[in-house]
């Protein structure tokens, strides 16, 4: 059984940073292409990064370019989102995803098929 914890959230200052964490269990970490998503209240769920199951390869939106980092530990079976410079517009849940079997580096949503709960992130002004 596939399950994926994210932590990390928290309320900060515009301008500050976090690194949220995702530990995933029950399936194979290292043979998986994974991702970051947001959804902000109102809004549709957004793809921000995703990364290859070796970590070779990664891709981020351009909302967050040069300000978010996506990374993996396939020894912790962990995947990171470093955050920095974050704006109130950075404001979300923000979820990690596994992707289908044959799918990677897209953040079509309907292209991931196990979802953690999420972990909030709050940016104020």
């Known amino acids: 059984q596939v399950q994926l914890v994210e932590s990390g959230g928290s309320s900060v200052q515009a301008g500050g940073s976090l690194r949220l964490s995702c530990a995933a269990s029950?399936?194979?970490?290292?043979?998986?292409?994974m991702a970051w998503f947001r959804q902000a209240p109102g809004k549709e769920r957004e793809g921000v990064a995703t990364i290859n199951n070796s970590g070779g390869s990664t891709s981020v939106a351009d909302s967050v370019k040069g300000r978010f980092t996506i990374s993996r530990d396939n020894v912790k079976k962990i995947l990171y989102l470093q955050m920095s410079s974050l704006t109130p517009e950075d404001t979300a849940m923000y979820y990690c995803a596994v992707a289908r079997w044959g799918s990677c580096l897209t953040t079509r949503v309907s292209e991931y098929n196990s979802w953690g709960q999420g972990t909030q992130v709050t940016v104020s002004s």
């Open positions: 029950g399936y194979s970490f290292s043979g998986s292409c």
